[in-house]
Structures are given as structure tokens and as C-alpha cells.
């Protein structure tokens, strides 16, 4: 079991490479970059309604036997939303003031 490691923002489509420190995922892995997540999401997940947290960067390097970015590949298939803009804006709006932990 990996993290799929998806290959885009799902709001503004922008790539988001394996390496990238600006993607940012929820539980379940919906994945968005760092600029949607903050002025567009507010830190809500429009699919689950959950935060977000940076995502870990699997290693380049094989540092252990068969545990690599090589080893386990990143997703090529490009997520995209399954809300309207709208819709997104007022999930975001009822949610966004309730901490992550609470949800
Ligand atoms: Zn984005
Ligand atoms: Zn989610």
C-alpha cells in the first residue's frame, strides 16, 4: 500500500510531480496545490470536507531494497472535480471555521 501520488491539482489543474512540495492531500488522498487549498478551499476538501496536510515526497533514491519513487510509480491519471465552482465555494464557506479535528 502507497499513497497514489496523483499527478495534478484537481481544482486548477496544474501538475503536481512526485517531488513537488506544493501539493497538498486529504485523508483519502484528493490532492490539490498549495494556492487552491488556501484561497480557494479554505482548507476544506470539496469530495470529504476534511483538511489537508502536505504530502510526503517518496524518495528518488533507493535508499532501502525496492522502496522508491522508481520502485513505486506515481499515478499518471488526472483527477479532476466532481462539484461545481459554486457549489465548492458554499461547501467550503459552511465548513472552513470548524478545526480538522472536529469535522
Ligand atoms: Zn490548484
Ligand atoms: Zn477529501
Redesign the pocket.
Known amino acids: 500500500m502507497a499513497l497514489e501520488l496523483r499527478p495534478n491539482c484537481e481544482y486548477c489543474d496544474r501538475d503536481l510531480p512526485a517531488n513537488s512540495t506544493l501539493a497538498f492531500i ?5 490532492t490539490f496545490c498549495a494556492d487552491c487549498v488556501e484561497t480557494k478551499l479554505y482548507n476544506v ?6 483538511g489537508f496536510v502536505p504530502r510526503p515526497i517518496r524518495p528518488a533514491n533507493e535508499w532501502r531494497p525496492g522502496v522508491s519513487v522508481a520502485r513505486q510509480k506515481p499515478s499518471s491519471h488526472r483527477v479532476h472535480l466532481s462539484y461545481s465552482i459554486a457549489d465548492i465555494a458554499a461547501h467550503s464557506m459552511r465548513i472552513k471555521a470548524i478545526p480538522p479535528a472536529d469535522r
Open positions: 486529504c485523508s483519502y488522498e484528493c476538501c470539496p469530495n470529504c470536507g476534511g
